[in-house]
């Protein structure tokens, strides 16, 4: 048990900090993938010590979902970014004015 929450805490601060270091959209939203996985481990781990998995694995199949969506949407605005910029790096982003 103790490995598990380690390896969910360590799979959520990984993720963290490729979100926050790397310059390449497609690296950060990699890191937000990271993130989540590690967020679902903790859920399953916290249904687990709690004795309510059913509700832990509803709780993960919903995140899921969510996080599909919202990968999608994340990497069709990467494409998009890429098709304006010719570049994915989080600077050219930046720059844009609207």
């Known amino acids: ?5 380690i ?3 360590a799979l959520f601060f990984i993720g963290l900090y490729a979100m926050i ?3 390449n959209l497609l690296q950060v939203v990699i890191g937000l993938e ?3 996985r590690g967020v ?5 781990l916290a249904g687990h010590f709690h004795g309510s998995m059913e509700v ?11 996080e599909a969506v919202t990968v999608a949407i ?4 990467v494409v998009a970014a890429y098709k304006h910029n010719r570049s994915l790096s989080v600077e050219s982003v930046r720059r844009l004015k609207g």
């Not at 048990?1 to 929450?5: A, P, V």
């Not at 694995?57 to 919903?62: D, K, M």
């Open 56 to 66: 832990a694995q509803a709780v993960v199949i919903t995140t899921i979902l969510i």
């Open 1 to 5: 048990m103790l490995f598990n929450s």
């Open 21 to 23: 270091t790397r310059t």
């Open 74 to 77: 994340a990497l069709s605005l």
């Open 34 to 36: 990271i993130m989540a």
């Open 40 to 44: 679902s481990l903790l859920f399953i």
């Open 7 to 9: 390896a969910g805490f």
